[in-house]
């Protein structure tokens, strides 16, 4: 029983590398790899070698017991699925090449799950007729297929990887808010247990409701989103989503002024001529909102986001004006457009652009500008957007301090779905008032192995791995720093914590110095390390605290002691 | 704590179904389906609901924990798989149209994993260099492909499924002789936890040696293997691999006599035109080996088995003959070739035909047999051969009692590989006088989903599932039978029981019949039933065994008492 949880290293599939993988990036890449967690199969396709899988095991461990406890229902759906229900969706085509696609020995199309919707849904309509059979949560954790691109940064975006993915089924629109809440609290505790820093962004702006679409970010410099962070207060947001507050000015500003202005191409070169700051002028970008010329007004030192400008405008085609667009409409004089003259074109608007507001903009002459613009009263703003680019130092919308950009993992995403899958199959299951109702959907999900890469960047530092001790792959490293005495006693420690129940990791490999050992040790990363080194023969060993870096000599006795302390007083 | 043991029935995804599916052949597919086990996704392919799913993790924990005690370690590698090692050790092409092949944006070749032995040999390669490195043993649970040309009985023959697969490494024979011995008696425990009745047969005959490779058959109705089963001792072998005993008898024979035979064109014909048994006449079969004509001799009444044959003679081709080969031969008149004019024909026998043995044969004449021919007086046999179809009542080799034929389940298959994939990648490690050695493996597997399947058919009875308890997706399943006072006393009695660490079912459904929920619980076949009914408001239950059938009265308590007790006291 005891030496079932002692893994000698001398055995142990994980060889350590001294130099780091050529294509490596990032640090969870690097230092997975160098310390025998994983190892490349192909692009972006990983093999989990006994310690990483531990890690694994335990991320998946706790991600299963908090969806246990909100009441979801474990399930294994295959990874193998047929064509039809997707073409029913539309994701077959829509996926593009992100999508792994094959073929049977008969000719017929499947491709590799890229994530369930579809398949949850026809389950539950085989499953459930009635309102009384509902709410219900399911959830499976599976290995899934993406065939990205660019795969990279070892486990972080791979094209085979771990997912929770679970789906909420409701007949009401509160059922699903109660589904998500259940969802969100649960991933709280999901990564506040791993040890995971975190922040809940909504995931995409006004449109769809502030609550319908959050993410869970791991702040880390390898990270691929960037998001909005508050150093005063609380809040954090996805770029896309950061909202102003539109504040009215009141004052008193001259009439119009039409200024000359040849050789000013640029916002730059306008402002430098002038005298002015860009931020002082409002640039005017036209755009075609579903064939209809559309300006929209930015100061004229931000950029406009037009990934932001499409979503707020979504289900209209939004596209960039060409050349042809300007024939025929002798009001549109380009590089010289100023909200003040344009009758026939819908005016949007960045709220900084607000009433009262004084603006250098163009005079709708060529080679003219014109001053003392203002809101209000010389031109209105049909539709406030929030479509410019966030930048660093912005205003928090919520105190007001300067915002950061920060990058992030994204680890978890809640999603608020409605009834786009159950009005493609046509799930409805029947009301209390004995008429059909349509299901509302929920599906939420969380990067399991990406979850293991994100700690990974999280905990690091110079010398290696740091796990949680959560996830870690073992509960103590004994390290034998020496033969015959060294190694008696390390094997004596190793079996005493085994005993006690701790998983211990046991470095009995022969033919190495210390040295290399406990810089193995470090690289490894589990919590605690038991050196038994050359005070052996006085029943001494070395404590050492991976995380703080503190080490003790101690009797073997009391160390054994403290380690098996409960947690919290070790 | 306590509630997260209890799964409502009003809840749970596992809709019961009265009738069976259309397309079941099998009673583990009938029921699998009909108790809400699993779905089907699409052909061969499944999704585990709840229920499915729990045995399915039991049935995985208790391989894992032989495996992790016979110090195996557990690894996940990809099922996504590139192209090039399945190249070199020839399987992309050998595997035909049961590999799933497909490509990724970039049109790369992968295939999906139908077996591992190609990647792991390559892992190993990559983690081991020194003879002090093994033997190691590695292992994964993990879902596996294979395009089954007919995928059916549900579960048990699936294109998609869970395998553990695990490989062992060492430098010399004895090694690998021992890490065989190791897997051996892991599965021979598993298979006893699991409470599957099983056996172990010699998976091929003699080539290979009779430890190379061993089948574990679970006996079924529904198995697709057929296997030969000792109703006397414990003698138990695959088909292909049963051997018998050459025993010559020394008798008086006549001379030969050449018989007029027309219009005897097949046995029977000639056994009835002569009054003798189809066992006194001699069958010549030709068949071409490397493409030399080559004569196999069997009893009139046996068939030959080519598969056999031609395992006994491989790596050499084995083909019938064709009317073309016999141009050219006046000494091979087809219809009635004796073994006694075949100077030229290499002849092989079947064990039956033993030296002193006198049959009735071909002439070498066209419309002639003869009788009387003996073999070691009128023909030798250059090779004796185990080859004909075994029939039951055929004496088994072991104690002479006539044997049984038998239907069963393969659900694990250990090999010893040998150095077959370590030649194809060149895996050598340094040995211990600093030369190179070839690393010799075994590879042995255990069908996770198909065991689920076994177990299914061997413990179901005509009214429903009946899992062994260490698999069973609870430990007991409470029935509400009826409303208000049965319910109430049915939800004290399943939180007692969660309280005490049980897993519970439990029947809360509203609007079902008492009669309905005892049928569901029965054919959903978790072990223990407690049914709160009629005297709930004594406190008085009902306790089943589903397993035996038995029911029986008693105040609450005792019954909880009773589930409480540590098993063999229940």
């Not at 192909?42 to 396709?45: D, E, Y």
């Not at 009215?248 to 008193?252: C, H, K, L």
């Given at each position: 029983m005891?030496t079932?949880?002692?893994q000698r290293m001398s055995?142990?599939?994980?060889k350590?590398?001294?130099e780091d993988?050529a294509d490596?990036?990032?640090l969870?890449?690097?230092l997975?790899?160098?310390a025998?967690?994983?190892?490349?199969s192909?692009?972006?396709?990983w093999?989990?070698?006994p310690?990483g899988?531990?890690?694994?095991?335990?991320?998946?461990r706790?991600v299963?017991?908090?969806?246990?406890a909100?009441?979801?229902?474990e399930v294994?759906?295959?990874?193998?699925?047929p064509?039809?229900?997707?073409?029913?969706?539309?994701?077959?085509s829509?996926?593009?090449d992100?999508?792994?696609r094959?073929k049977d020995?008969?000719g017929?199309?499947?491709?590799l799950?890229?994530?369930h919707?579809?398949?949850?849904?026809?389950?539950?309509?085989d499953q459930?007729?009635?309102?009384?059979?509902?709410?219900v949560?399911?959830?499976?954790?599976?290995?899934?297929y993406?065939?990205?691109?660019?795969?990279?940064?070892?486990?972080l975006r791979g094209?085979?990887?771990?997912m929770?993915?679970s789906?909420s089924?409701d007949?009401?629109?509160?059922g699903?808010?109660?589904?998500?809440?259940?969802?969100?609290?649960a991933y709280v505790?999901?990564?506040?247990?791993l040890g995971?820093d975190?922040?809940?962004?909504?995931?995409?702006?006004?449109?769809?409701g502030?609550s319908?679409?959050e993410?869970?970010l791991?702040?880390?410099?390898?990270?691929e989103d960037?998001?909005?962070?508050?150093?005063s207060?609380?809040?954090?947001a996805?770029?896309?989503?950061?909202?102003f507050?539109l504040t009215?000015?009141?004052?008193?500003h001259p009439a119009i002024?039409e200024?000359?202005?040849?050789?000013?191409?640029?916002?730059?070169?306008?402002?430098a001529?002038?005298?002015?700051?860009?931020?002082?002028t409002?640039?005017?970008?036209?755009?075609?909102?579903?064939?209809?010329?559309?300006?929209?007004?930015?100061?004229?030192?931000r950029e406009?986001?037009?990934?932001?400008?499409?979503e707020?405008?979504?289900?209209a085609v939004v596209e960039l004006v060409t050349?042809?667009?300007?024939a025929?409409r002798?009001?549109?004089?380009?590089g010289?457009?100023?909200?003040?003259?344009?009758?026939?074109?819908?005016y949007?608007?960045?709220p900084?652009?607000a009433?009262?507001?004084?603006?250098v903009?163009?005079?709708n002459?060529?080679?003219t500008?014109a001053?003392?613009v203002?809101?209000g009263?010389?031109f209105e703003?049909?539709?406030?957007?929030?479509?410019v680019?966030?930048?660093?130092?912005?205003p928090?919308?919520s105190?007001g301090a300067?915002l950061?950009?920060?990058?992030a993992?994204?680890?978890?995403h809640?999603?608020?779905?409605?009834?786009k899958?159950?009005?493609a199959f046509g799930?409805?299951?029947?009301?209390n008032?004995?008429k059909?109702?349509?299901?509302?959907?929920?599906?939420y999900?969380?990067?399991?192995?990406?979850?293991v890469?994100?700690?990974?960047?999280?905990?690091?530092d110079?010398?290696?791995l740091?796990?949680?001790a959560?996830?870690?792959?073992a509960?103590?490293?004994?390290?034998?720093?020496?033969?015959?005495v060294?190694l008696?006693l390390?094997?004596?420690?190793?079996?005493?914590l085994?005993?006690?129940?701790?998983?211990?990791l046991?470095?009995?490999?022969?033919g190495?110095?210390p040295?290399?050992?406990?810089?193995?040790?470090e690289l490894?990363?589990?919590?605690?390390?038991?050196v038994?080194?050359r005070?052996s023969g006085?029943?001494v060993?070395e404590?050492q605290d991976?995380?703080?870096g503190?080490?003790?000599?101690?009797?073997?006795d009391?160390a054994?002691?403290?380690?098996n302390?409960?947690a919290?007083q070790a």
């Open positions: 005891s079932q949880h002692v055995r142990l599939m994980a350590t590398l001294r993988p490596a990036e990032t969870s890449h690097r997975l790899v160098r025998g967690y994983v190892r490349r192909s692009a972006g396709v093999t989990w070698l310690l899988k531990r890690v694994l095991d335990n991320v998946s706790i299963r017991e908090e969806m246990d909100i009441g979801a229902q294994l759906l295959p990874a193998l699925l064509k039809e229900p997707y073409e029913v969706s539309g994701r077959w829509e996926y593009g992100l999508l792994f094959l020995r008969k017929a199309d499947y491709l799950g890229p994530t919707e579809e398949i949850f849904t026809l389950v539950v309509k459930c007729t009635s309102y009384k059979d509902l709410p949560m399911l959830y499976q954790i599976q290995t899934k993406r065939d990205e691109a660019r795969p990279r940064s070892g486990v094209r085979e990887f771990q929770k993915d789906y089924f007949v009401s629109d509160e699903l808010a109660e589904s998500y809440r259940l969802h969100r609290e505790r999901i990564f506040e247990r995971l975190h922040r809940i962004v909504s995931a995409v702006s006004g449109a769809m502030g319908a679409s993410e869970f791991a702040p880390a410099a390898a990270g960037t998001f909005v962070d508050c150093p207060c609380d809040y954090a996805n770029t896309e989503a950061v909202t507050a009215p000015v009141s004052a008193e002024e200024v000359d202005t040849p050789d000013t191409p640029t916002i730059e070169t306008l402002a001529h002038l005298g002015v700051p860009a931020s002082a409002l640039k005017n970008l036209l755009v075609k909102v579903d064939g209809e010329i559309t300006a929209v007004g930015v100061p004229g030192d406009v986001d037009l990934g932001k400008l499409g707020h405008l979504a289900p050349a042809e667009d300007f025929g002798p009001d549109l004089v380009r010289y457009v100023g909200p003040q003259g344009l009758d026939k074109v819908p949007l608007a960045d900084r652009v009433p009262g507001t004084a603006w903009t163009g005079a002459k060529a080679d500008h001053r003392n203002v809101c009263r010389d703003v049909d539709r406030y957007l929030d479509v680019v966030v930048e660093p130092g912005d928090c919308p105190c300067g950061r950009l920060d990058r993992i994204e680890i978890g809640i999603f608020q779905l409605g009834r899958y159950a009005d799930l409805d299951v029947l009301g008032e004995g059909p109702v349509r299901v509302t959907m929920g599906s999900g969380i990067g399991v192995s990406r979850a890469a994100a700690l990974a960047e999280q905990t690091a110079d010398r290696g740091c796990w949680p959560a996830v870690a792959p509960d103590v490293h004994v390290v034998a720093a020496g033969k015959a060294p008696a390390a094997e004596e420690a190793a079996a005493a085994a005993a006690a129940g701790h998983r211990v046991l470095d009995d490999r022969p190495l110095s040295g290399v050992k406990l810089t193995d040790a490894i990363g589990v919590p605690r390390i038991l038994a080194g005070r006085d029943r060993v404590l991976r995380a703080a503190t080490r003790e000599e101690l009797p073997l009391e054994l002691a403290r380690l302390a409960p919290g």
